[in-house]
C-alpha cells in the first residue's frame, strides 16, 4: 500500500490530526490521488518505538545467521519498536537494512573487550595498546540507519582479583574514543560497576550502559557531559542470578547484588540530574527480542513519569540516534494505539496498526 491515511491524536503534541502515508513519508496535507485508504479514524499515534540497547544477530553462544537475525528484528517490530540500537554483534548483517518490513537497525559492530574479560564468541578480545586502532576501525564500519557506534566492554570481571575492575588505562580510553569521534562515531559503553565511570566520563563517552555503578561523584559529571544513560532493566533484575552462578567469586557476587538492589535509586537520581535516559533491553544476549515495553513499564516502576518514558522509548530516543518523530516529510515509522499511552502505558502492549518504513505490517 504506497498511500494510506490515519486520523488521531498525535503524540507528543497531543493535537488530533490527519497523518498520510505516501511513498514511505508523512505528510499532513491530504494528497490527490484517490486511492486513499484509512487505517483508523481515532487513536492514538506514537512514533515508532525504540530499543537503544539490543542485539540482532546475537543469542547467548555468539552470532546467528541472518534468517535468525531477521526473526529477531520482527519480534522487536511486532511489539512496536521501528528503530533499533544495535550494541554490539560478532557480524552485523548489513542485508537487514535493505529490508522494507523491518526496523531501521543503527550498528555498533563488535565489541571491544580486554582479553579473557567478556562473554566468549561476542567480541574483539585485545591489550590496552590495540584499544585505540581498533575503536578507529570499527568506527569506520557503516552505522546503517545513522550514525555508527563504537561499544566498548568498560569494566568486566577480573578472575584474579574476582571482582569487576575497570578495563582499560585512562590515557588509552582518551585516544581510543577521540579516534572513533573523529572517524565520525559515537562510543557506547559498558559498566556494571563504579570504578570505571571516571575515566570513561573523563574520555568523552556518549553512553553509558546499564548505568548501575552510577554514583553521587559521578551523576554530576554524567550530567555535565551530556552523556546518556540506557539503564537496560529487564536484565538489571537478572543481577542476581549471575550472582547465584559466580560461587567461585563470592567478592564479585556479593557485588552484583549490591548493584541489583541499589539500581532503582540510582538510576532516579540519573534522571533527576537531569541525565537523558532511554529505553534498552539488551536483548539478543541472554534475552529474548521485543521487550520494549517491559523496559519502559519497568522504568514507570522505579518512578521515571510516564511522559519521561514515553519519550525515552519514541520522540526523544528517536532524535537522539538522528530520526524524525512524526513530522512533516518524515519516514512513517509509527504505531497506532486505540488506548492513551499517556494515562496507561500497558497500552503499548495492544498496538492497533503499526507502519514501518511506509508499509503497513499490522
Not at 183 to 207: K, M, Q, W, Y
Amino acid at each position: 500500500m504506497s498511500t494510506c491515511h490515519v486520523r488521531g491524536v498525535v503524540l507528543p503534541d497531543g493535537e488530533t490530526r490527519d497523518l498520510y502515508v505516501v511513498d514511505g513519508r508523512i505528510t499532513f496535507d491530504r494528497p490527490t490521488r484517490l486511492d486513499v485508504e484509512t487505517l483508523a479514524s481515532e487513536g492514538f499515534v506514537l512514533p515508532g518505538l525504540v530499543d537503544a540497547h539490543c542485539h540482532v544477530g546475537l543469542a547467548a553462544d555468539g552470532g546467528v545467521p541472518i534468517d535468525i537475525a531477521r526473526e529477531q528484528a520482527v519480534t522487536d517490530r511486532d511489539a512496536g519498536a521501528l528503530l533499533l540500537r544495535d550494541a554490539g554483534t560478532p557480524q552485523t548483517h548489513y542485508a537487514l537494512d535493505d529490508d522494507p518490513e523491518l526496523p531501521r537497525i543503527v550498528h555498533a559492530g563488535r565489541h571491544l573487550a580486554r582479553t579473557r574479560r567478556y562473554l566468549r564468541n561476542y567480541g574483539i578480545e585485545i591489550e590496552p595498546d590495540e584499544l585505540p586502532a581498533h575503536a578507529e576501525a570499527q568506527a569506520r564500519r557503516p552505522g546503517g540507519h545513522g550514525t555508527p557506534w563504537v561499544k566498548l566492554v568498560g569494566d568486566w570481571i577480573d578472575r584474579e582479583v574476582g571482582d569487576l575492575m575497570p578495563c582499560w588505562p585512562a590515557d588509552v580510553l582518551v585516544e581510543a574514543v577521540r579516534r572513533a569521534h573523529e572517524a565520525g562515531a559515537r562510543v557506547a559503553t559498558h559498566v556494571f560497576g563504579e570504578e570505571a565511570l571516571p575515566d570513561l566520563i573523563a574520555a568523552g563517552v556518549d553512553s553509558i550502559e546499564h548505568g548501575t555503578g552510577l554514583t553521587a561523584e559521578t551523576i554530576p559529571a554524567v550530567a555535565a557531559s551530556g552523556i546518556a544513560v540506557v539503564p537496560t532493566l529487564v536484565n538489571i533484575v537478572n543481577f542476581d542470578k549471575f550472582a547465584d552462578q559466580a560461587t567461585k567469586y563470592p567478592t564479585y557476587a556479593a557485588r552484583m547484588r549490591r548493584l541489583r538492589r541499589s539500581s532503582a535509586q540510582r538510576l532516579r537520581d540519573a534522571h533527576d540530574a537531569g541525565i537523558p535516559l532511554y529505553v534498552g533491553t539488551d536483548a539478543g544476549g541472554q534475552l529474548p527480542h521485543g521487550l520494549v515495553v517491559d523496559e519502559m513499564l519497568a522504568l514507570c516502576d522505579i518512578g521515571i513519569p510516564v511522559i519521561d518514558v514515553l519519550a525515552a522509548g519514541s520522540w526523544k530516543a528517536r532524535e537522539w540516534l538522528g530520526l524524525p518523530g512524526l513530522v512533516e516529510g518524515a519516514p512513517a515509522d509509527f504505531v497506532v494505539y486505540d488506548d492513551d499511552p499517556r494515562l496507561d502505558l500497558s497500552a503499548l502492549r495492544r498496538p492497533r496498526h503499526i507502519v514501518v518504513r511506509g508499509t503497513v505490517v499490522r
